[in-house]
């Protein structure tokens, strides 16, 4: 029998009325787990529990903070086998790879760095006249709304710097993947104190009703700039404080005479990464004529040796992509930019068959202008764009309302760091791209985003700043 997944409120499983079938991308055929349908009456309960938690939580030590954080890390350690296959079956990536094994350590990973993070009380002043000291202070009860690309380790980056900073969660998972992050929150939230973290799973009136309720005092949103914007304005009224992290659609260019040789593997990772789903992923790349034909060969020379299949199979790299609306996306893109003239050099077609893999893809002879160059793909497919001129090169990188990553390729450090220091994003990379740590702050500028996650500036956001000015 299907298994139906729960909820978590108040630290207990919560079943619905109604449920829905979660079907894996790389077999549509295949059910792989019922959703509780989630109801605005679960998400008041869970509300409730967690502003109850937060009575207690709030006035936790350092040190118990730090436990919890690092409990989590030890949990999805100790079920990272049982997680990694119920991502791969939900979201379609693979096991191997930089697919669901690596998600989950991921997550260990993150919550155990978090741990170690602190933001101790400041002495501003301390005079004759004065001693001014800055607290940091939990906001409250932080609602988190995930996307479906990478599920679970968004999830933890939501959560865990608002428990580290002394908050409470109720979090919404992405309707499209929920089982894998309902589980793993069952499975922590027994380890933790009841009502620390809340998971209601349901679809997106979900997510604008936490975003609207006056009980939460911060959202924490990834997902897409459209709903960013519904998130940012139902968030008024109350007035939250909000990290956005959005779409992104990040140019690579590669500066006059770069051999693509040494770069070809980082190049393809770092557009590829997670069949492309990924926001901060290169997705769309700059290249001088003079080495546009061997950079479109090595790229698709270095396509062919990866294999893409159902993520179960253990030589399989790379996976479908995770729902039919992305599916049928990515498929216009690609016939929209080969009605416009360009050139499709490798993949370019749909598989076939009842599942949601489209191949690999590189478009060559393409303007900015095109669909495929001047919105997010979010799919295996990167356009190549020819350039004559470094200075054209970047006012086209630029020119856009996304601002979450970029890239130069180069061979000369001074001439990358030049245009490193012209391109208008969150993150730029010299010769390397879609790289992230938990000590190095991520976020995006103009419509990609607002706030960063990650780091004590990540930290911070899930914080007030409360200053005591004493007179001496
Ligand atoms: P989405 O915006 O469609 O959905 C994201 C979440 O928002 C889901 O949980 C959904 O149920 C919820 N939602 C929908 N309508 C809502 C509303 N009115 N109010 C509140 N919540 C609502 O995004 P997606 O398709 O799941 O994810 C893909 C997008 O996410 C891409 O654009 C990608 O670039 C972006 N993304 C950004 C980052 C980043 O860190 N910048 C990371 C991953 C994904």
Redesign the pocket.
């Known amino acids: 029998m299907t298994k139906k997944y729960t909820m978590t409120i108040g630290g207990e499983p919560v079943a619905a009325d109604d449920y829905t079938e979660i079907r894996n991308p790389a077999d549509t055929s295949e059910v792989v787990g019922l959703v509780p349908v989630g109801t605005m009456q679960h998400l008041e309960q869970a509300v409730s529990a967690a502003r109850e938690a937060f009575k207690r939580w709030r006035h936790s030590s350092d040190q118990e903070r730090v436990e919890a954080c690092q409990t989590i890390a030890k949990v999805v350690t100790d079920n990272a086998a049982e997680l990694a296959t119920l991502l791969t079956q939900e979201q379609g990536k693979p096991l191997k790879g930089m697919g669901s094994e690596f998600e989950v350590g991921g997550c260990a990973g993150w919550a155990a760095y978090t741990a170690g993070l602190s933001l101790p009380m400041k002495v501003l002043e301390d005079s004759e006249a004065s001693k001014i000291e800055m607290h940091r202070e939990p906001l409250g009860v932080v609602g988190s709304?995930?996307?479906?690309?990478?599920p679970l380790m968004?999830a933890i980056w939501h959560v865990v710097p608002g428990i580290r900073t002394g908050n409470t969660v109720v979090l919404?998972?992405?309707?499209?993947t929920p089982l894998s992050t309902l589980r793993m929150f069952e499975l922590i939230s027994a380890a933790l104190p009841k009502g620390l973290i809340n998971v209601i799973s349901g679809?997106?009136?979900?997510?604008?009703a936490?975003?609207e309720h006056a009980g939460i005092n911060k959202i924490v949103?990834?997902?897409?700039?459209?709903?960013?914007k519904?998130?940012m304005s139902?968030a008024a009224p109350t007035l939250k404080p909000l990290t956005l992290?959005?779409?992104?659609n990040d140019p690579g260019i590669m500066l006059p005479g770069t051999d693509p040789a040494p770069f070809v593997e980082r190049l393809y990772w770092g557009s590829m990464i997670n069949s492309g789903?990924?926001?901060?992923a290169l997705k769309r790349l700059y290249v001088h004529g003079s080495d546009y034909d061997a950079t479109c060969k090595a790229l698709v020379d270095f396509a062919g040796n990866i294999p893409m299949g159902n993520g179960m199979d253990e030589t399989s790299l790379l996976g479908p992509l995770q729902n039919e609306r992305?599916f049928k996306r990515v498929i216009e893109l690609v016939d929209d930019a080969r009605a416009a003239g360009a050139k499709v050099l490798c993949g370019g077609k749909a598989t076939g068959g009842s599942n949601y893999f489209y191949p690999v893809t590189f478009v060559a002879d393409i303007e900015d202008g095109t669909r495929l160059v001047d919105e997010?793909q979010?799919g295996p497919v990167l356009p190549i764009v020819r350039y004559s001129d470094v200075d054209d090169a970047v006012r086209r990188a630029n020119g856009t309302i996304f601002g979450?990553g970029a890239s130069v390729w180069g061979n000369d450090s001074d001439a990358t760091a030049k245009v490193a220091a012209r391109l208008e994003a969150g993150t730029v990379y010299v010769n390397k791209h879609a790289e992230i740590a938990p000590h190095v702050p991520?976020?995006?500028i103009k419509c990609?985003?607002i706030g960063v996650?990650f780091g004590e500036e990540g930290l911070a956001a899930y914080t007030s700043i409360k200053v005591i000015n004493a007179a001496a």
């Open positions: 709304i995930t996307p479906w690309n990478w968004i919404k998972p992405s309707p499209f679809g997106d009136e979900l997510g604008a936490l975003s949103f990834t997902g897409s700039i459209a709903t960013g519904k998130v139902s992290e959005l779409g992104g789903q990924t926001c901060g992305q997010e979010f979450l991520f976020g995006g990609s985003g996650e």
